[in-house]
């Protein structure tokens, strides 16, 4: 027995051992020098899981009630009826959680937009890269215009997909089918409607990827 | 935990998810952690879980425990996370692909975990610098500049207060 063990520590203090306790100590010290016990969930996860919460109400269960001959036909048609409004009303909320991010890339305005800033929190995932854009003080697009998202450089630019911002500030989830990785710069043009695919020059936000884990 | 969190959290209310997720955070992602051994992984479990959570948040009863509540449904999300990765690269034993590593311990490693984040900040730290870190009391003393019968006193205390925490797992 170590002489540190606190085994020798709970008897020497003249507890004595009433219920086995000592015994006890040995299923807590098997666990205690394990990893998982002391590991910590990355600050990330809480964000991502409130956002993925944000503002909503989860759906209701209905409560049991008292069995009772029952009208199966009405039942079917109010139950369908139930899921196509809890779909319209919840559908936005019903779906998976959104990504642990793996990186959080912070974007700067450009001259043309020096106030603006924001973040973008990236993942990969199995159907591609999951990018989530929070901007604050960028304008709506005027009309006739959009906000467009690329990966890489205005050479060799690959979209990411198109906003506007007109309803408010939420943020944006854009989504890539090009490595972040191969591509490890982000940002965001102002395009004119039926003026071609190619990014604009006129970037108002960008930012460098970094911190992705290249295995 | 309080009663009025509790109530807030069955109707969906986000303080008091945070709250339950203050509360349960760590336990979830050290039984994640132990079914699934990969930081990654477990974290995305970890949020998973609370998602399900909130979204079955109205099938919860606030008169019973919300551990064991939540502890289901981790434990379920580990083990289909475990086995949507065992389908993607498949195992030649069919054993490590039904049952993952680390299940069968799954309760004590959530309860021990959640005994631990009660101990006060200086009794914690004792603790894992003696279990996890291999620290003598000498060697955790200088770390932590106390003296040696602080640390002897505070593991002591520690300890006791595992046990009682812990009691209800060997029962069961």
């Known amino acids: 027995m170590n002489p540190e063990d606190p085994r020798i520590e709970y008897l020497a203090s003249g507890s004595g051992d009433p219920a086995g306790e000592t015994d006890h100590l040995d299923l ?34 209905p409560a049991a009630k008292p069995r009772r001959r029952v009208n199966w036909t009405a039942i079917a048609a109010v139950l369908g ?16 959680p959104q990504p642990v991010p793996e990186a959080i890339v ?26 989530r854009l929070e901007v604050t003080g960028l304008p709506p697009a005027p009309e006739g215009s959009y906000y467009q998202g690329w990966v890489g450089d205005q050479s060799d630019a690959v979209s990411i997909g198109t906003f506007h911002m007109r309803d408010g500030e939420d943020p944006v989830v854009l989504w890539s089918g090009v490595s972040l990785i191969d591509y490890p710069s982000l940002f965001v043009t102002l395009q004119e409607e039926g ?3 190619q990014p604009s020059d006129r970037v108002v936000l960008s930012g460098a990827i970094e911190g992705l884990d290249q295995g | 935990m309080d009663r009025e969190v509790l109530e807030r959290f ?18 979830v992602f050290a039984l994640s952690m132990n079914i699934l051994g990969d930081h990654g992984l477990a974290a995305d479990a970890t949020q998973q879980t609370f998602f399900k959570a909130w979204r079955a948040a109205s099938t919860y009863d606030p008169e ?29 034993d069919l054993d490590v692909v039904m049952l993952p590593p680390g299940l069968e311990t799954a309760w004590e490693v959530f309860e021990v975990r959640s005994a631990v984040d009660q101990l006060p900040d200086d009794e914690r730290i004792v603790v894992r610098m003696s279990h996890f870190e291999d620290l ?34 060997e029962e069961t």
Do not use: C, N
């Open chain 1, 28 to 61: 807590i010290r098997g666990l205690l020098d394990q990893e998982s016990i002391w590991a910590e969930p990355p600050p990330e996860v809480v964000d991502a899981l409130m956002a993925s919460i944000g503002g909503g109400e989860p759906p209701q269960v």
């Open chain 1, 81 to 96: 009826l139930t899921a196509v409004l809890v779909a319209m009303l919840l559908g936005p909320l019903s779906g998976t």
């Open chain 1, 106 to 131: 912070a974007l700067t305005g450009t001259e043309l937009a020096p106030t603006l800033e924001g973040r973008a929190a990236v993942r990969s995932t199995g159907s591609g890269w999951w990018i």
């Open chain 1, 195 to 197: 003026k071609g695919t």
């Open chain 2, 10 to 27: 069955r109707i969906g209310d986000e303080a008091a998810v945070k709250a339950i997720y203050d509360r349960f955070g760590g336990p």
């Open chain 2, 64 to 92: 019973r425990s919300i551990g064991p509540w939540i502890y289901a449904i981790a434990r379920r999300t580990a083990i289909d996370i475990h086995r949507s990765r065992a389908r993607i690269t498949p195992s030649e």
């Open chain 2, 136 to 169: 003598t009391h000498v060697e955790i003393a200088e770390r932590l500049g106390v003296p040696v019968g602080t640390v002897k006193s505070r593991s002591h205390r520690a300890h006791q207060r595992l046990i009682g925490l812990l009691r209800h797992v």
